[in-house]
């Protein structure tokens, strides 16, 4: 066995992914699939300190001649229970999974478009009626609204659990730590490197529809212009959010595909043991906010201002999250 082969042996019998054995080396991810894939030897110093954590000998890892059954160090899986064997991630599951990201999300961007959009129609009916400007009375201007606004969620819910449902199969890399095979983190970061600019574009882009769609809503509101240019300024500010959610959804997130293939950044094994964690918190707090939502909105009657609760619940949501990311933390 080459020193490759016995990285990657005493890592899987230890149930430890590249990332966490990354960690207890101090060096990058790349670096120990770069080692297992014989494309570059570790200096001495990291050396020893796998044999140490391994609980093998130098002259085992060095020497190719050397079967594990010459080692005379007892190894850590032999000390301690092993965990589950990590999952496998091929070059056609990586290449699936990515054109399935690039098939899905621009639909599913196109659900959360038109889950933002929704009340559009109902607050623009529900001004012009005010103003006078259309003759329908004001229960039939809301039940117009209500209508689009069923339609829309509707559509879009369809649109959530058919896409959904295509990526069931690969919901693990999002959740667990897994392997991957030679070739697909090169492969991963090549294509990353590719989409980096039209990832920073849509980033750019979305961020300015957001800041810039509320400049019109405030502008009228201070020059106290009449109702209905406010009700369109406020149709505006929705349609501006929505447009940069589909790109941050549709294009960022077939970027963030192959950060989940290379377990980076938000997507390290830490921050995936972090997230389940809080799982429970995210869907209680939304369903909260669901029932909310409803709640008042029935009682009131003003769909057309009850979306506001949306936009207050995304600020709280983040605000929230940072509270539990530390509480788990500290306990840590």
């Not at 990832?199 to 810039?212: D, E, H, K, Q, S």
């Not at 020059?223 to 959610?245: H, P, T």
Request: with cysteine.
């Amino acid at each position: 066995m080459i020193l490759a082969d016995k990285i990657i042996n005493e890592r899987k019998k230890n149930g430890w992914s590249q990332e966490e054995l990354a960690d207890m080396l101090d060096v990058s991810r790349q670096s120990v699939s770069k080692w297992e894939g014989a494309q570059s030897v570790p200096d001495l110093s990291k050396i020893l300190k796998m044999a140490e954590i391994f609980g093998v000998t130098t002259d085992y890892l060095l020497k190719d001649e050397m079967e594990p059954e010459d080692n005379s160090i007892v190894p850590y899986y032999e000390q301690h229970e092993v965990t589950t064997p990590l999952k496998k991630v091929s070059m056609e599951d990586a290449a699936e999974y990515i054109r399935l990201r690039k098939e899905t999300l621009p639909k599913i961007g196109l659900g959360v478009f038109l889950c933002i959009t929704c009340p559009v129609v109902l607050i623009l009916l529900a001004g012009l009626q005010n103003a006078g400007i259309i003759g329908i009375t004001e229960n039939v201007a809301a039940a117009i609204g209500l209508l689009f606004l069923f339609a829309q969620v509707g559509t879009a819910v369809w649109l959530f659990i058919t896409n959904g449902s295509k990526l069931g199969k690969y919901e693990f890399l999002e959740k667990e730590a897994f392997d991957t095979e030679y070739g697909v983190d090169g492969m991963a970061k090549e294509k990353m490197s590719a989409s980096d600019p039209y990832n920073r574009r849509a980033l750019t882009t979305g961020v300015l529809l957001c800041v810039l769609g509320c400049v019109p809503l405030v502008i009228t509101s201070v020059l106290g212009l009449s109702e209905v240019i406010i009700v369109g300024m406020v149709d505006l500010l929705l349609l501006a959010v929505a447009c940069a959610v589909y790109l941050f959804v549709s294009v960022c997130g077939v970027h963030s595909s192959y950060k989940i293939l290379l377990q980076t950044e938000e997507y390290t094994y830490d921050k995936k043991m972090q997230n389940q964690k809080l799982e429970g918190l995210t869907r209680i707090y939304w369903l909260s906010i669901v029932v909310i939502f409803l709640a008042v909105s029935f009682i009131t009657g003003r769909w057309d201002m009850t979306w506001i609760i949306w936009a207050v619940s995304g600020v709280l949501f983040a605000l929230i999250r940072v509270i539990g990311e530390s509480l788990i933390n500290t306990r840590e």
